[in-house]
């Protein structure tokens, strides 16, 4: 199903950075508002790097069982039930970084996918890492989909258990100030739980990864 509403002048840079208290929120709360914010990577380097976010998926912990904490707090699990507002990075297939939000209160597991983002600020230093073998995406493409987003934004098994809080953070997450045409359909890639409509994206949007319903 599709929420419209009408989209607002932004001006990103002025945006502050969330704080622990948005991400200790239900997850559904905070993938629905994850659409529209920013993300904002290695600030004042030369690697730095500023996308907004237009697709997300949420899992939602024990009770879901596409979920890495279904089974528990499991060594790789056990930080999606520590305090929200961390990076939750694993390797997929052994080759993609994918990198979630943890949200809830601590001790209650729930975490949400980024899917897609698309660049606003830093599309070269995007590219280079992204770029294989002469091939160039399209810059819509460029951090569309978890792996590329990953990839794009040079995230690795290092920036696991990241404070997206921390003030020296290397990742922050900007407050939305533009709200967007919300889509929502299940998700993507996967076979337990397919049917829940567990997806947030920005209706239209030419970065998300998957075509809407």
């Known amino acids: 199903m599709r929420s419209r509403v009408t989209a607002t002048p932004t001006n990103a840079q002025a945006a502050p950075a969330l704080g622990r208290g948005f991400f200790a929120r239900s997850t559904l709360e905070v993938a629905a508002a994850l659409v529209g914010s920013r993300i904002l990577c290695d600030p004042g380097t030369p690697r730095e790097v500023r996308a907004v976010i237009v697709e997300v998926e949420a899992y939602l ?110 990742l922050r997450v900007l407050e939305r100030e533009t709200v967007v045409p919300l889509a929502i359909a299940p998700r993507v890639g996967i076979t337990r739980a397919a049917d829940r409509p567990l997806r947030f994206a920005w209706a239209g949007h030419p970065a998300v990864s998957r075509p809407l319903p």
């Open 61 to 170: 912990g024990v009770e879901d069982p596409a979920s890495h904490a279904h089974r528990g707090p499991t060594p790789r699990a056990a930080i999606m039930f520590g305090p929200p507002g961390h990076l939750y990075v694993y390797l997929s297939y052994g080759m993609h970084f994918c990198a979630n939000v943890v949200c809830e209160p601590e001790g209650v597991a729930g975490a949400v996918l980024l899917r897609a983002a698309a660049v606003e600020v830093g599309e070269e230093v995007v590219r280079s890492r992204r770029v294989r073998g002469g091939r160039q995406p399209a810059p819509a493409d460029l951090l569309s989909g978890p792996g590329n987003l990953g990839a794009g934004l040079g995230l690795t098994l290092a920036d696991n258990g990241l404070d997206l809080c921390a003030r020296d953070s290397r």
